[in-house]
């Protein structure tokens, strides 16, 4: 299980901030809140602790909470709320809802994302952070708000997708000819299986389980950090670290309540966000290797391997790359014009 960090985890590994909406803000004093009737702040998620979302999302609440001296009483409901991700979403852009994550499912709601899904087009997390703390981020925002009424409060990332099967490791592109995996409902995340050799399934989270243990599917991909609290080693033998696809999410607020907000109250928002941000992207980094992996998956029966990757990058370059730099044609000349 990942254990649940106390304070924001601190990672010499991490990028130090750049200028852009998605960079760590210096921390200062705390803000001087003035005495008002505090506004509840509703923050549900698909999961809780200890999926590491969940561990981000309740510290933030908690951390807003107390440093606004409960001027904003920000209330946390992990898995109990709701359920799906469109629900959370849906909620949060009505204002039933303050703050949300659609977690994996970002590039389905919010199809701007699914850029960074492109197969292989991100390179390391290094070269992910560089441009989500840039101007690509700044711009993703300002389209949010325009079009979806969110602000967002932080970019981060559940770690890259590899793939988990119970049939046989995969070791090259051979072994995934074939098999039957499950994908998220997103076009991106099916042509990333299918360009690469496999079949894709796509299916919801709810019906995985069950659609392994039928033969529906012979596996799927998650992040490393998403394994063990989603139970997937219950239904699968292979992990295999193909870090086919990296999984970039965002944290939102409805943009009403947010532009309702003081300025004070705007910057204790970011600077929480912030450090969250920085907490689960030093949790990712920790578990997202062959070592972490390992030390993770096998106690739970699950044998870990990493392929040569270069390979699989020249087929999804050849397969699938061509289409999605039609369609996202001048944010593909950002990420590819920064370099790691």
Known sequence: MISRPLLPVPRRRLLKAGGGLAGILALGKAPAFAQATPKKLV?????????????????????ITARSKGELQVEFFGGTLMTKEI???????????????????????????????????IQNYAHAYKILNGATGDKLDAVFQQKYGVKVLNFFDLGFRHFWNSKHAIADLHDLRGLKLRTQPSKVFTDTVNGLGAVAVPLGWAEVITAAQQGVIDGADLPVSNMVPLKAYEVSKYYSMTAHNYGSTVTVMNLALWNGMSKEQQKLLLDVSREGQTMIRGMMADVDSEAGAKKLLEPHGMAVNAPDREPFRKRAMEKVWPAYQK?????????????A
């Open 43 to 63: 923050l549900p998620s698909i999961t809780p602790a200890p999926e590491a979302s969940g561990v981000m999302l309740e510290w933030m609440a908690k951390e």
């Open 87 to 121: 629900d959370v979403m849906n909620a949060v852009k009505t204002g039933n809802a303050a703050i949300g994550t659609p977690s994996g499912a970002a590039a389905t709601i919010f199809p701007e994302m699914g850029v960074f899904l492109v197969p292989y087009l």
């Open 327 to 339: 369609q996202y044609a001048e944010l593909w000349e950002e990420i590819v014009s920064v370099k």
